[in-house]
Structures are given as structure tokens and as C-alpha cells.
């Protein structure tokens, strides 16, 4: 298994353009989540979907981010307009079944966000 | 304001001995908690968990210990190796699938 695979693995822009950042969580898994890393903040979950629909988007900071899933192996988030104040390191993560809650999340690599 | 805390960012043990890495958490009704690991360039990857009905973990040179009236858990690494070095997230939960992450803690084990 591949794994939670992200892109890309760095992103460098300029304040004010567009940003998206994509994920292929693992197959058969069903439910998947967002997370931004800072050093302030640590690991904060942004946005979860299950079965493609978004449950909890309360962690998304402002409307400039939103997040969609459109089938079972794609999800985006997108940041737009960028600003320097959300360079950070992007993670998205799956699990099988989010009712079994002892379910380990599997992370990807993440995306390293630089907006200058 | 954090729920969970990690208050020592970094942490560096000579190779053999025992790593203690801490977290405090301010939620009483969390029930769950897990300790992930991350790599540089990497996502961070589970390494154990404890539930709040128990105060001890083990599996391997890794033991979690939850002391509730504290709020208060560790992570122990014995004997610690080089390979270890990381940086370790605790996290915590209360019912659901929604994890509240820490900061993080570096550990450099020195060879």
C-alpha cells in the first residue's frame, strides 16, 4: 500500500495567489482529515470528511481555506488569498472507520507551505 | 488556549539510558490518549496509546504512563538509540475520532 500520499511536498508563493494542496488517503479507507502543524500551535485538525462529506470544518481558520472531497480517493484544501501568516507544514490523514474510534490515523508527508 | 501541552520543545538523552518525554492536558473528560512520532520530511506515525481506564502501557522499549488525577502522562523510552530520535507528539481525545495535538517534544539521542 502506497500509503496517504500528498502534493506537493513544498510550495513556495507569493501573498495574494491561490494555494492547493491535494491528498489521496489510503484505499478502502473512509474517512479523512486535515491538519496544519505550526511550532506555536502544534498539530491543529482543520477539517474532517467522512465518506466525502465534510462533518467538521470548525478548525478551518477563516474563509479563506475551504476543502472539498469530491470521491473516495481525492480531497484539496484551498487557501485563497494566501497570506505569510499561514506557511506551515499541511498534513492530511485516513482511517478506516471513524466510528471505531481506537482507529490509528495514517498521516502523509505533508505539504510544506512558504507564502512569501 | 491549549488543551494539551507540551512544555519541554526539546529533550536530549545519551544512547542507553531512558527517555521521559511529558504531557499535561487540561480537559477532564478526555478519555484517550496516543503518542505519535515524525521523522523529518515525514508524517507522524502512531506509536501507542493508553486508554483512561488504565495508568500503564507497554509494548516494547515504549511505556505510557496516565496519572489522571494529575492530568498528566509520559512517555518512556528504555533504553533509548539513536533511531529514536524524533520529535514525539502526545494527543488526547474525549469520545471521539477528534484528536487535540501538542506541540511536539524533539528527542536527540546521543550515540
Known amino acids: 500500500d502506497a500509503g496517504v500520499i500528498q502534493s506537493p511536498r513544498h510550495e513556495v508563493t507569493e501573498m495574494g495567489q491561490e494555494v492547493t494542496l491535494r491528498c489521496k488517503p489510503i484505499?478502502?479507507?473512509?474517512?479523512l482529515f486535515w491538519y496544519r502543524q505550526t511550532m506555536m500551535r502544534g498539530l491543529e485538525l482543520l477539517i474532517y470528511?467522512?465518506?466525502?462529506?465534510?462533518?467538521?470544518d470548525s478548525g478551518m481558520p477563516e474563509d479563506r481555506f475551504s476543502a472539498k472531497m469530491p470521491n473516495a480517493s481525492f480531497s484539496t484544501l484551498k487557501i485563497q488569498p494566501s497570506e505569510p501568516r499561514d506557511s506551515a507544514v499541511y498534513f492530511c490523514?485516513?482511517?478506516?472507520?471513524?466510528?471505531?474510534?481506537?482507529?490509528?490515523?495514517?498521516f502523509g508527508p505533508g505539504t510544506r507551505l512558504t507564502v512569501l | 488556549d491549549q488543551q494539551v501541552k507540551q512544555n519541554s520543545p526539546s529533550l536530549s538523552v545519551q544512547e542507553g539510558r531512558i527517555s521521559i518525554l511529558n504531557c499535561d492536558y487540561t480537559?477532564?473528560?478526555?478519555?484517550?490518549f496516543l503518542w505519535y512520532k515524525k521523522y523529518p520530511a515525514e508524517g507522524p506515525t502512531f506509536l501507542i496509546s493508553?486508554?483512561?481506564?488504565?495508568d500503564k502501557n507497554e509494548d516494547g522499549r515504549f511505556t505510557v504512563f496516565l496519572n489522571k488525577s494529575a492530568k498528566h502522562l509520559s512517555l518512556h523510552i528504555v533504553p533509548s538509540q539513536p533511531g529514536d530520535s524524533a520529535v514525539y507528539f502526545c494527543?488526547?481525545?474525549?469520545?471521539?475520532?477528534?484528536?487535540?495535538f501538542g506541540t511536539g517534544t524533539r528527542l536527540k539521542v546521543l550515540a
Open positions: 490523514a485516513s482511517i478506516p472507520e471513524i466510528e471505531e474510534r481506537y482507529n490509528e490515523q495514517f
Open positions: 484505499s478502502g479507507h473512509n474517512s
Open positions: 470528511f467522512n465518506n466525502n462529506v465534510p462533518i467538521d
Open positions: 480537559n477532564s473528560m478526555f478519555d484517550y
Open positions: 493508553i486508554s483512561s481506564i488504565k
Open positions: 494527543a488526547a481525545s474525549s469520545g471521539t475520532y477528534k484528536y487535540i
